[in-house]
Each structure stands twice: as structure tokens, then as C-alpha cells.
């Protein structure tokens, strides 16, 4: 009945697209209609109508599964993508499916799918209805489909969640409804795990909602809305935030769409990328927040930016967030990594800890993962404060978390239970680094382990078997003693530096430059302004140079800063532009800088000497700096001390005799040409 079901735009992968961002459709690949024709199928005999797909195989149709469960003769149709998780965010998919950044081609999945869940009672059964993994031995058994009845209780087999050969035991996803909500055992299977989805939209509203959109096509965009939204929250949303969001955070607009809505490509990503750092539940809960109680408001009053406001205060009302007017400063920089550190209550792996111990399939694990930082995610906290004491100018009211973020930081390093992947466990030649550290510390070739599997090198360090005779590398960073400690350089010496850069972050945690860049405080302004944070300098530096102030200044900057483009100077100093240009003019004409032109620089004046042509996002510049902080390609650059010291340092170079040149090229004379007889 269902299985040849196959509405033009209601594939699989279509409906992956259309719900991406808001919800993640497993196993969508194979491009198919399964999700909508199980929708149905399971719709038919939720409604205590016996399936009539395929016959279910003889052998799972008599055998008992015990307790009085009875088997349907026939099967739904199996399953494609994992289609339950939509049960749990219907009202966010519902004010996506109105929005007028879709094309009509985007919102017909959704439509579908909404029209396959409202035929029958599958958005109506609230706390009836859960989703379960059900285990039991394996013996090839073929219940993909099979339908299980007793007294008045449902279970629809979707499909084949895992097959453990080892343990020997398969795993069935499928839906349960009791009608008295008490649920309890399904026959002789063992509940693995259960989810229970809240229905946020009433099956009739969204029926409403489906034939609304079906006669007046998407509602109308309001332009007021976003200022709306902003206010709503206070001004957590900035603009482009609260404009993707009341677009539907659409997951791969077209043109079309985005025109509608007042968007460009480049805003629509920025926007995206700082809503994604709230995590994908908000998100969705500040969408279905969205939509009014009567879907009607949407071609009437339009979202309901009030609701979102509330939701915002009850939720996320103590979220310290990025402003949109950063974006510049931070490009290139993970958002969602200087969230994080900003709110180390609310991340799980600064906020929680964790025990690591052998788990089911005998893999020694964390048991909550997610207290547990990965390399990246470290990596990505330690460049985000660093790039956030960089450009935050001083009187920033997110200065003062900068701080606290680092302390988060260290106290879950210290924690002497955890232990972190770095990907330390191949050296520079090639070779495993295990088996290197085994050498250093007189352990023996194997072997050495505790009950756990684990091989301790010292005390930081720690083996643990891999596959083949490979062994992972774990670190302990709460055995370290600080920056200095023996086991970075040994690292670093047998993985080279360029395959270390995430030990590095942690050694930059544990020194002293960061902690003082994060702690700098000086008159209000950027820090990047040496009439700011150094004025005796300046004064200095035009004496020694015979310079006004402000060429002194700028000559400054050229020496010692990573980025100073002609838009950040102008902007660091807030000099006007006639200003600006006399300042350039009399530096131009000294020998301290050459004028020119090159690409991306962002700026005509340099510094003498060598030239380093970078890729994005980092900006090229002047191997003379290389000396001042840690330069590589396609990084960007970001000083790990306060920006006065640059000054300094750049400044007492100059005074050593290492001012910034030109190499002097010295070459051999060539002999004279054979004289002609």
C-alpha cells in the first residue's frame, strides 16, 4: 500500500536537506522514499490496522517473542533515514516550512512530511509513544518491519540499529505505544536505551499550518521583525543573528531566498556561525518559540519575537556572548570556541569532570565524554582567548572574563583523572612514538600494563594498546609541572614542531605570557594605539628618529604589530583621515620604511627586509616580526603578550642593532674571461 510511494522532492535526501540545522536525519544516503513511506505504513497500524507490506518470513512470524506478544502476518515498509528524531522538533520545522527564504522546491519535503505525519495519530500520541533499542541473541532473524501487538500496545520494528558479533546479539530500533503510558518489558528483548520525543505543535495546528502554506504560499517577510528580536533579547541577537533565525536558519539558501529576507552570502554564514555557538537545543527551542500558538499569525502578526524574548531571558538570559560588531576582529577565529571559554559554567568539558574506566567493548573510555576536551576544541580555546586579548580594546566589558575563562581552563587540566588526546602518537620519522617513550623511560618493549591496559611512561604520560602492536598516546596534563616541563621538549623532539601544535596549547595554558596578555589593563582604547598604552615610547621613538608623534606612532605599529592594515590603524588610533595621511607622508620619507605595493597586505608602508606571503586568513607580513611571536602559514598570527610588551620588545631590537634590512648579499668575484692570443 505504501510502498511505492514516491512524491517528486519527498526522498530521503531531500528531507535530510530540507531539516538540516534543526534536526539530523540519519542514514539519508541511499537517496530513496523509505522515511515517508514507514511514516505511513506506521501511521496504518498505529491506528490498529494489521500491516500490509511485505509477509513477514514464517520463522519470526510463529516464533514467540514470549509474554504474550503476538506477531502481524505483514510488514511496514524497512527503514532509510532515521526519521523519529522529527517527532521531537516538529514546531521548529513548521516555522522553517513558512519562511520565505525557501524556495518552494526546499519547503515541499516538509510539507510531505508533515502531510504523512498528520494522516494518522503519530503527532498525537505525546507521552504514549517512545522510540526504543530493543536487544536480543542473534540468530539471523529478519524482523525489519514486524509489527507486535498486545493488549492494546504497539511495537513497529524499524529497522536494524547494530549487529554485535562478538557479543553476539543484534539490536532493533523501533517505536512502542502503550496507550496507558506505562510501557515495560517488550517480550523476551532487552531495552538497550529509550527516547521520548515532546510533541511542541498540536497534530492540528500543524495540519493548519501544512494547508496555509499549501493555499498562500510562505508568509510574508517583515523587515521590522529583526530590530524586534534584537530588542526581544536585549541585544544577544545582534542584527544578522536575529535575521537568520527568523528566516527559518535555513541550511543551504538559495540566492532567491536570501534576497527575500534582506541577506547576503557572507551574513547569512557570519550570522549562522554565532547561532551555532548557542547549540543546536536552543536553536531549536528559540525557532519553535517563533511561531505563534495559531499558525494564522504568521500572514497576520508575523513571528512572535515576544515569546522568543522570553524564551531567551528564562534560558540563555546569562549567556555572555560576541558582539556582531567583532566580526572583523575574529575573522578567521572559531566563535564557538570564544564562547566557550566566556562560559565555562555552561560548557560541559570546563564545567564537568569525569572517571575514565574499560567500558562494555573493553575500550578504556571517559565515562561522559563530552567532560572531556578534544585537541581541537583546547586548540580552539586557547587561540580564541588570546585572539580576544588581542583585539578587545581596554574598557571592553568582555575583558573581564577573559580571565576567569583561563582559569576554567587550568583547573580542568589539573584535574589529575583526566587524560587528553593530543595525536601524539606518531614522531616526526614516521615511527610510533610509543615506542620511542618506552625507550626513554626503561620500559620494557611490552607489556607493563595495569588493569586497565594502561603502560605509564612518568608520571604525564600514559600508553594504551591500539591496534596491532600500536599504542595511543594519552597526556596527563595534571602531572605537569608547568611550561617548562621535561615532557614538552621530549615531545616536541620526536614529533618535530610542526606535527605538535595542539601540545603547544597546552604548554601556552600552563606559561605566563597569556595570563599576563588576558590580565593587561590600561586607559580606555586599543591597546594597539602606542599613544595609548606606551606614550613615553613614542617620545622616544621621535627623538631617536627625528619623527613627529604621530609618525612615531605609526612607525610603531609597522614595527611590532602582526595586522597593521591602514583600516585597523585608522581604527586603533581614530585618527581622521588628513591626519593619517601626513603621519604616512613623513614616515614615507625616512629610510626606516620602503613604500610599495603588495597583495593582501592591506597597507603601502613596510618594514625593510624579507617578505612573508601568507595564506588566509593569516596576513602576510615582514620576516623581521617571526623573532616577536609565533608566525605559520594559514593561521592567523596572534601575539601571546600584552601588546604594550610588543612595543617594548620591538622598540629594545631596534636599540640592539637588529633593526629591520635588507640581507647583504655576498658573493664570490668570478675570475676574469680567458684572454684572447
Not at 51 to 69: C, F, M, Q
Not at 204 to 226: F, Q, Y
Request: aromatic share 6%; proline share 8%.
Amino acid at each position: 500500500m505504501f510502498a511505492d510511494y514516491a512524491p517528486e522532492h519527498g526522498g530521503d535526501r531531500t528531507l535530510y536537506d530540507a531539516a538540516a540545522g534543526v534536526v539530523a536525519l540519519q542514514n539519508a544516503w541511499h537517496g530513496g522514499w523509505a522515511a515517508l513511506r514507514q511514516i505511513r505504513a506506521v501511521n496504518h497500524v498505529l491506528s490498529g490496522r494489521p500491516a500490509d507490506g511485505k509477509p513477514l518470513p514464517e520463522g519470526e512470524r510463529l516464533a514467540a517473542v514470549g509474554d504474550g506478544w503476538l506477531s502481524d502476518e505483514h510488514t511496514v515498509p524497512g527503514i532509510g533515514a532515521e526519521w523519529t528524531p522529527v517527532l521531537g522538533a516538529l514546531r521548529p520545522l513548521a516555522y522553517r516550512a513558512a519562511s520565505p527564504a525557501l524556495t518552494d522546491v526546499q519547503r515541499e519535503p516538509l510539507l510531505l512530511l508533515f502531510e504523512a505525519l498528520t494522516e494518522g495519530p503519530l503527532p498525537g500520541l505525546g507521552a504514549t509513544l517512545r522510540a526504543v533499542v530493543l536487544s536480543e541473541p542473534h540468530d539471523k532473524q529478519q524482523r525489519v518491519g514486524q509489527v507486535l501487538r498486545r493488549d492494546g500496545r504497539t511495537v513497529v520494528v524499524l529497522g536494524c540499529q547494530s549487529v554485535d558479533a562478538r557479543l553476539g546479539a543484534v539490536e532493533w530500533l523501533a517505536l512502542d505505544h502503550d496507550p496507558s503510558g506505562a510501557f515495560g518489558a517488550v517480550g523476551h528483548f532487552t531495552l538497550v536505551r529509550e527516547t521520548r520525543y515532546t510533541i511542541g505543535i498540536p497534530a492540528d495546528r500543524l495540519a493548519e499550518l501544512t494547508r496555509l502554506i499549501r493555499e498562500k504560499g510562505a508568509a510574508p517577510w517583515r523587515p521590522e521583525a529583526p530590530e524586534a528580536l534584537v530588542t526581544a533579547t536585549n541585544g544577544a541577537l545582534g542584527p544578522l543573528q536575529a535575521t537568520v533565525l527568523l528566516a527559518g536558519h535555513p541550511h543551504s539558501p538559495a540566492a532567491e531566498g536570501l534576497a527575500a529576507v534582506g541577506l547576503k552570502p557572507r551574513q547569512r554564514t557570519f550570522g549562522a556561525q554565532l547561532l551555532d555557538s548557542l547549540g543546536q537545543d536552543e536553536q531549536r527551542e528559540l525557532l519553535g518559540a517563533l511561531l505563534p500558538d495559531d499558525p494564522a499569525g504568521l500572514w497576520t502578526a508575523g513571528p512572535d519575537t515576544t515569546a522568543a524574548g522570553r524564551l531567551w531571558a528564562e534560558r540563555l538570559g546569562t549567556l555572555v556572548r560576541l558582539p556582531e560588531e567583532l566580526s572583523t576582529d575574529l575573522a578567521g577565529m572559531g566563535v564557538g570556541h570564544a564562547e566557550a571559554v566566556l562560559n565555562p559554567a555552561r560548557t560541559p568539558w570546563l564545567a564537568r569532570t569525569t572517571v575514565f574506566r574499560t567500558d562494555k567493548d573493553g575500550d578504556f573510555a571517559p565515562a561522559d565524554p563530552a567532560a572531556v576536551p578534544g585537541p581541537y576544541v583546547l586548540a580552539g580555546a586557547v587561540e580564541s582567548l588570546a585572539a580576544l586579548a588581542y583585539v578587545l580594546p581596554y574598557g571592553h566589558p568582555l575583558r573581564a572574563g577573559l580571565t576567569d575563562g583561563l582559569g576554567a581552563l587550568r583547573r580542568r587540566l589539573a584535574d589529575p583523572e583526566l587524560l587528553i588526546d593530543l595525536h601524539l602518537d606518531w614522531t616526526e620519522k614516521g615511527g610510533p612514538t610509543g615506542v620511542q617513550l618506552r625507550k626513554v623511560f626503561g620500559l620494557p618493549e611490552t607489556g607493563g600494563a595495569d588493569a586497565n591496559g594502561l603502560t605509564r611512561a612518568g608520571d604525564a604520560l600514559v600508553l594504551r594498546p591500539w591496534y596491532s602492536d600500536t599504542e595511543h598516546v594519552l597526556l596527563r596534563p595534571g602531572a605537569l609541572g608547568g611550561a617548562d616541563d621535561p615532557v614538552f621538549g621530549l615531545l616536541e623532539g620526536l614529533l618535530g614542531a610542526g606535527r605538535a601544535p595542539r601540545l603547544g596549547a597546552v604548554r601556552t595554558l600552563l606559561g605566563d605570557d597569556l595570563a599576563r596578555a588576558l590580565a593587561a589593563d590600561g586607559p580606555a582604547g586599543y591597546a594597539q594605539d602606542p599613544t595609548v598604552g606606551v606614550p613615553a615610547l613614542v617620545a622616544e621613538v621621535a627623538e631617536a628618529h627625528g619623527l613627529g608623534a604621530d609618525a612615531a606612532a605609526l612607525y610603531l605599529q609597522l614595527l611590532a604589530l602582526p595586522d597593521p592594515t591602514d583600516r585597523n590603524c585608522a581604527r586603533w588610533t581614530g585618527w581622521k583621515p588628513a591626519r593619517i595621511k601626513k603621519a604616512r607622508a613623513e614616515l614615507a620619507a625616512t629610510a626606516l620604511v620602503v613604500e610599495a605595493k603588495r597583495p593582501r597586505a592591506g597597507r603601502t608602508l613596510f618594514l625593510p627586509g624579507g617578505w612573508r606571503d601568507l595564506k588566509a586568513p593569516a596576513l602576510p607580513l615582514e620576516t623581521w616580526k617571526e623573532a616577536l611571536y609565533p608566525v605559520s602559514d594559514g593561521n592567523r598570527t596572534l601575539p601571546l603578550v600584552p601588546v604594550p610588551e610588543l612595543f617594548t620588545r620591538a622598540w629594545e631590537r631596534i636599540r640592539a642593532g637588529d633593526a629591520p634590512a635588507y640581507e647583504q648579499l655576498t658573493t664570490r668575484a668570478t675570475r676574469g674571461g680567458r684572454r684572447r692570443r
